[in-house]
């Protein structure tokens, strides 16, 4: 069985200060892992994704995250917050052989002015 | 524009009558799934869809019943709502063919947020 574990319910940062919401993950074979963000009354939006190859991967608003095998993490992270980045965010895993998606329980991002 | 559509957007009804939400892709995706959304719970899978005529149950599949006649939708039916099954629902589809480097990314529909008394 595939999980995910969000540590945190919330996440507070000032801004212009780095960011980093946390992942955890477990899967038997090779983790697929992704991040998304809901921001209020919308659906889900993907931020990126691990698949295969480098470690730390770009995504979309200026999000990064690093994907560490040993630690079994999958940190989502970001320079410079913005108070537009408030908003619950989502980190997802699938085993490669399989298509279900397995959530995390959510970490609400609050960044203050 | 690619995307993922769901009807209705607010439902509000009553313990016991039936009532269909719908959800439709216009990327030509094999894969299409439902998840409710509860605070403290995250997301978590009702039921999903490799393939027309192909679903199958997920983590919380109670209650609920889906049908795949075409690609394109997937609809979920609760045949007789109860009020633990206020939520927030969402669809969602994918490409299981995509090749390895598409990760098998999924695009999620707006929402239907359900209330049942």
């Known amino acids: 069985a595939q999980s995910v574990a969000q540590p945190e319910d919330q996440v507070n940062v000032a801004e212009g200060n780095p960011l980093t919401v946390k992942c955890t993950y477990s899967?038997?074979?090779?983790?697929?892992l992704f991040w998304y963000v809901q921001y209020p009354n919308r659906g889900l939006q993907f931020l990126l994704k691990y698949i295969t190859g480098d470690n730390l991967v770009k995504g979309s608003y200026g999000f990064e995250a690093e994907f560490n095998k040993s630690q079994t993490s999958f940190h989502l992270k970001k320079p410079s917050a913005l108070v537009s980045d408030s908003a619950l965010y989502f980190c997802?895993?699938?085993?490669?052989?399989?298509?279900?998606?397995?959530f995390g329980k959510g970490t609400m991002l609050l960044v203050s002015p | 524009e690619a995307q993922v559509t769901q009807n209705p957007r607010y439902l509000i009804t009553v313990t016991g009558k039936k009532l269909t939400v719908t959800c439709s892709q216009n990327m030509n995706h094999e894969y299409m799934s439902w998840y409710r959304q509860d605070p403290g719970l995250g997301l978590r899978q009702i039921y999903y869809s490799m393939n027309v005529e192909v679903t199958d149950k997920g983590d919380v599949p109670e209650g609920y019943k889906v049908s795949r006649k075409e690609k394109r939708n997937f609809p979920l039916i609760l045949e007789s709502p109860s009020p633990n099954q206020t939520s927030l629902y969402f669809c969602?589809?994918?490409?299981?063919?995509?090749?390895?480097?598409?990760?098998?990314?999924?695009?999620f529909g707006p929402g239907t947020r359900l209330t049942v008394t």
């Open positions: 899967v038997s074979g090779n983790p697929y």
């Open positions: 969602a589809s994918s490409t299981p063919n995509g090749g390895r480097t598409s990760g098998y990314e999924q695009y």
């Open positions: 997802a895993v699938r085993d490669g052989r399989y298509s279900t998606l397995t």
